[in-house]
């Protein structure tokens, strides 16, 4: 039977979805509308009034969205009760609703379904999660992006320029007796070199993606009472709602996302700065060399109230080389020491910014700065294709590879079923990322990362 349904996590209400053929069915038993009407009358999209019930007991009040194959998220008939939140009520109806027949759906179900019903592609399920799990206003953009299908788009046009060449190949290898125009070395080495520069734009994309995925790896380095806490409070002050922390396993583990104009900053050993007061011995040059590695980003904090010491110097060595910024901090206290064009400054960072983490002076520059650093201003998510998925990015590397291996038969003039053998491999590459040949396998690992409900 080809029924799932599934509750959403626990709020103000519930939502317990069902899809499939026998989902009005089950619904009908358990749902006693306000008015009642037929099913078959009840437009798709349209909502109804009423009480879930069992043995004539009422269990809750809810309203019922209803969606008629195939205008819905999964092409079939689909029901959705928005029930009381909580757990005991969603968990009785979601009982209710086994009993009389439905099977509990899977992590991701419903999005599999859109996909093996033909609405989405493979890409655009893929970017469902991204949507759900972007932690910054522009990964979101690039998963929307995707989910609107321009990702996809922009392949099928890749393979259709490989199609165009591909056909004309196969009929000059199969049959070379036919008076048809037969295709040219020059003809697919124009084709190769054009799916090569696409395909090598979209795998650059990827780094750009990674930043917006998982957050630039952001580490403030200074020493004890150069205004670290001050400065992170300041960047998390700013932006508190969207500050996520995830427990690990271990205090240390701790990480705090602020976005910087719709990027994501990952904080990272944001524990280590928090509880510096008590451990600055521990903390020491070691550790913080260990941290600066790890990083994307290094932001630096001096006290400008006070000389630069041999302590610092270190700290200016391990900025070296890294992508990184030097705050002058405690400048409302106008007394500073350090001059902001030394050498030593400059030699590590173009980016050597007077600040007051206090009083949040100066911190729109820092932001500049790292927008900046990353080439990230030139980022324009409503036109570009971001690529943000390792799959995606493997797929084209494979692509890639395997144009070149093309190339290469034609250089060695090779006899053309040679090429036709990389050319197909190029083309089942990028079958794979649309999903249009992607074994069972594949796509049960996808949606297995999924959210339940989803
Ligand atoms: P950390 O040890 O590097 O984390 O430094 P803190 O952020 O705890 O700051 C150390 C001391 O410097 C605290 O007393 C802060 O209030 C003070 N401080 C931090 N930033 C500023 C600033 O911009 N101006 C002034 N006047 N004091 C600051």
Redesign the pocket.
């Known amino acids: 039977m080809h029924l799932y349904l599934r509750l959403h996590g626990i709020g103000g209400i519930g939502i317990i979805r069902m899809s499939g053929e026998n989902s009005f069915e089950i619904l009908n038993k358990i749902f006693k509308p306000k008015k009642p009407q037929e099913i078959e009358n009840i437009k798709g999209y349209t909502i109804k009034y009423g009480h879930i019930v069992e043995n004539e007991e009422i269990i809750d009040e809810v309203l019922v969205s209803y969606f008629k194959k195939p205008h819905s998220y999964t092409t079939e008939n689909m029901c959705e009760i928005n029930s009381h939140g909580g757990n005991v009520l969603v968990k009785r109806i979601l009982e209710l609703c086994l009993k009389n027949g439905a099977k509990l759906a899977e992590p991701g179900e419903f999005t599999k379904r859109a996909f093996l019903n033909g609405r989405i592609d493979l890409l655009q399920a893929e970017s469902v999660i991204d949507v759900i799990n972007a932690k910054s206003e522009r990964e979101a953009k690039a998963g929307m992006n995707q989910l609107e299908g321009k990702l996809s788009k922009k392949i099928r046009e890749i393979k259709q320029k490989i199609m165009d060449v591909m056909v004309q190949l196969e009929v000059t290898i199969d049959y070379p007796e036919y008076d048809v125009e037969e295709v040219t070395n020059t003809q697919i080495q124009e084709m190769l070199d054009t799916v090569e520069k696409d395909l090598e734009i979209l795998e650059k994309s990827f780094d750009n993606g990674k930043l917006l995925k998982e957050g630039i790896k952001t580490a403030i380095i200074?020493?004890?009472?150069?205004?670290?806490?001050?400065?992170l409070n300041a960047l998390l002050k700013e932006d508190r709602a969207i500050v996520t922390e995830f427990e690990g396993t271990t205090r240390d583990t701790i990480e705090e996302f602020v976005t910087i104009q719709g990027i994501p900053l990952k904080l990272i050993d944001t524990a280590g700065?928090r509880n510096?007061?008590d451990e600055v011995e521990k903390i020491g040059i070691e550790k913080a060399k260990e941290i600066a590695d790890s990083a994307d980003l290094i932001i630096a904090?001096f006290d400008s109230s006070k000389e630069l010491t041999s302590e610092d110097m270190e700290i200016l060595k391990l900025v070296k080389n890294k992508k990184a910024i030097i705050l002058l901090?405690?400048i409302?206290?106008q007394t500073s020491k350090i001059d902001q064009n030394q050498q030593c400054l400059k030699e590590v960072s173009d980016y050597i910014i007077k600040?007051?983490?206090?009083?949040q002076i100066g911190l729109e520059k820092v932001e500049q700065a790292i927008l900046a650093l990353f080439e990230l201003n030139e980022i324009n998510l409503d036109n570009e294709i971001v690529i943000t998925n390792i799959r995606h990015k493997a797929l084209i590397h494979q692509a890639i590879e395997d144009v070149k291996k093309a190339k290469e038969v034609i250089l060695k003039q090779l006899p053309l079923d040679m090429i036709a053998i990389f050319i197909k491999s190029l083309l089942d590459d990028l079958g794979n990322i649309t999903g249009d040949i992607v074994s069972e396998d594949i796509i049960n690992e996808i949606f297995a990362r999924f959210c339940l409900g989803k």
């Not at 200074?222 to 400065?231: R, T, V």
């Open positions: 200074g020493k004890p009472n150069a205004g670290k806490s001050s400065l700065i510096a007061k904090i901090n405690k409302d206290l600040i007051s983490a206090l009083n």
